[in-house]
């Protein structure tokens, strides 16, 4: 074989083979950079309109270039091939240094660089370009060593910048911690920082250390670091699905890194290397087997909890389309409720009318203005009057209730005192307490009680429960009182009568709700009185409540309304 000093370097060829492990070179360039481009090319198709995978695909790119390059620098004996190859590792070693930090920060803030960033982050590399063509990159060719001589400023100035960027990622991570979200994308950021510094670490670090020991199998050893950085990777993609991989996806990942590590075997000549290899295969094929089986799981669980969640998406829209028609039902029942009401306003204004005649002509025939009545004809006449005047009250409250209903309820709003207004509702009363037995307090105050409400519906008001007492007091004593209290008047009616329990008062001021034991001292209630009442007290922008200690132990009612100047 011919030697020269340029494309066959003798020299270069005694020390390929006698003094570097060749099948240690080939074991840690071929399978790594293969490895890298392999996931950098397989997450990029994966997603390509992400920039993500895109930043991961040029660090594989670059690394797979800069292994390729280291590789001819050991095994080539062409000075020209070697000085090129050298002369590249300085410019591809910075831009990973950039690329790892931009891969870095977009995976943790899920956004790009400003264009002023980028620019920032471009800065540190324009020296390396501009002076990799230079004698301050690579002076000379060293034929006693198959080697570059290097410019140390140049190769001290990349390696600085790769160990920087190891530093920033690392406290740039722990800047940010307290700001990312917690749970998963947490957990994923740090694995991402751990996997990137470590690659970087081992990467920067055996580079510096060859370039200023001398001892260039340290390059070797220092792409250990890309390894790790796959396996962190690859649990990423496989726990997270980071960059969007499915399962199956990750599952082909992880086989095909076993694939290119055990293909080693079919060029590995040192049994040294091949217990190597073995025990490297060995030990991905355990990890990738624990790691898919492990998640497997996981991920059954969340595509059931997926399903789940679509169920209970579909039962909501079900519930919706069902609220729907329940809210047409709602309309449709409003409208017959309305018209429920219409009917009651129109038959009890029908009905009004007779009643008061009959009760107008009763009231003339037991006052004599027709002649003497027989006095046999007295107690009928009497219990016809009195029952036709229950009916009547009874009419009136439907008639109002409807009125109600229908939001055509009359508030005539005047200026009067209130203690007026309840004198002549307890002149009223006193005749029909006193004929039942009962003793009647009053106790009314003596300072002006001015308001401004409709009186009318007041009086019926107050006529109501002070009506309610009388009826619902067998024996004992009633009592009406007016007192002010700060800028409100307050009326109440108290009496020792039948009383009520809690629940009876819960539901008290509904429509047709009476007490359990009123039916035994008044059979002809409607329960429509307090109803009414309520909606007019709150219609004069007042309150009414009641109070009771129990059964059998009286009962206490309360209006409240406001004072006026």
């Not at 090319?41 to 280291?70: A, G, Q, R, T």
């Not at 991989?245 to 082909?252: E, H, M, N, V």
């Not at 669980?301 to 389309?321: M, P, T």
């Amino acid at each position: 074989m011919d030697f020269n000093f340029i494309t066959h370097i003798k020299t270069c060829s005694d020390f390929l083979q006698q003094s570097i492990p060749v099948s240690l070179v080939l074991y840690s360039h071929i399978p790594i950079s293969v490895a890298a481009i392999f996931i950098g090319i397989f997450v990029y198709i994966k997603n390509k309109s992400e920039l993500l995978p895109k930043i991961l695909f040029w660090i594989s790119v670059c690394f797979s270039l800069w292994s390729i390059s280291d590789l001819a620098t050991w095994i080539s004996t062409d000075s020209r091939i070697t000085m090129f190859s050298w002369a590249l590792l300085g410019l591809l070693s910075s831009l990973i240094s950039v690329l790892i930090i931009y891969f870095i920060y977009v995976f943790i803030n899920k956004k790009d660089l400003s264009s002023f960033k980028k620019g920032l982050l471009v800065v540190p590399i324009l020296p390396v370009i501009f002076f990799t063509p230079t004698i301050y990159n690579l002076r000379n060719f060293d034929i006693t060593n198959c080697e570059g001589t290097e410019g140390s400023l140049f190769t001290n100035y990349y390696y600085y910048v790769g160990i920087l960027s190891f530093i920033f990622i690392i406290g740039y991570f722990i800047f940010k911690y307290k700001k990312i979200s917690k749970g998963e994308i947490r957990r994923q950021s740090f694995l991402a920082t751990i996997g990137v510094s470590l690659f970087a670490f081992s990467f920067f670090s055996a580079g510096y250390l060859a370039s200023d020991l001398g001892n260039w199998q340290f390059l070797i050893y220092g792409q250990i670091g890309m390894v790790i950085f796959m396996a962190f990777l690859a649990f990423l993609i496989v726990k997270f699905k980071a960059f969007d991989i499915k399962l199956l996806g990750a599952q082909a990942l992880i086989w095909a890194q076993v694939i290119l590590i055990g293909s080693e075997f079919f060029f590995i000549q040192s049994n040294t290397n091949k217990v190597l290899t073995a025990i490297t295969l060995v030990f991905s094929a355990i990890m990738g087997l624990m790691i898919v089986r492990g998640v497997k799981n996981e991920i059954a669980q969340k595509e059931h909890i997926e399903k789940l969640a679509q169920n209970l998406e579909d039962s909501n829209k079900k519930l919706e389309r069902f609220n729907e028609r329940l809210e047409g039902t709602n309309e449709k029942l409003k409208e017959v409720d309305l018209m429920k009401s219409e009917f009651v306003s129109l038959a009890t204004h029908q009905i009004r009318g007779p009643l008061a005649a009959i009760k107008g002509y009763l009231s003339l025939m037991i006052e004599g203005d027709y002649g003497t009545v027989p006095k046999e004809f007295n107690e009928p006449l009497s219990t016809i009057f009195k029952s036709t005047d229950s009916l009547s009250h009874m009419v009136t409250d439907f008639l109002d209730v409807s009125r109600i209903d229908l939001g055509q309820m009359k508030y005539d709003l005047t200026k009067f005192d209130l203690r007026e207004l309840v004198e002549e509702t307890v002149k009223e009363f006193r005749p029909s307490v006193e004929a039942k037995g009962l003793e009647f307090r009053v106790n009314i105050t003596t300072d002006p009680c001015l308001i401004n409400a409709d009186r009318t519906k007041l009086k019926q008001v107050f006529n109501n429960l002070v009506d309610n007492s009388v009826k619902y007091t067998k024996q004992g004593w009633l009592q009406v009182s007016v007192e002010k209290k700060d800028n409100k008047v307050i009326f109440a009616v108290k009496d020792s009568g039948v009383g009520m329990s809690a629940k009876t008062i819960a539901s008290l001021f509904q429509r047709f709700s009476r007490a359990k034991n009123a039916n035994e001292t008044n059979i002809l209630g409607t329960g429509l009185g307090l109803y009414l009442a309520k909606k007019m007290v709150e219609a004069n922008d007042g309150r009414i409540w009641t109070e009771s200690d129990g059964e059998g132990k009286g009962s206490q009612f309360y209006v409240e309304l406001k004072l006026t100047e």
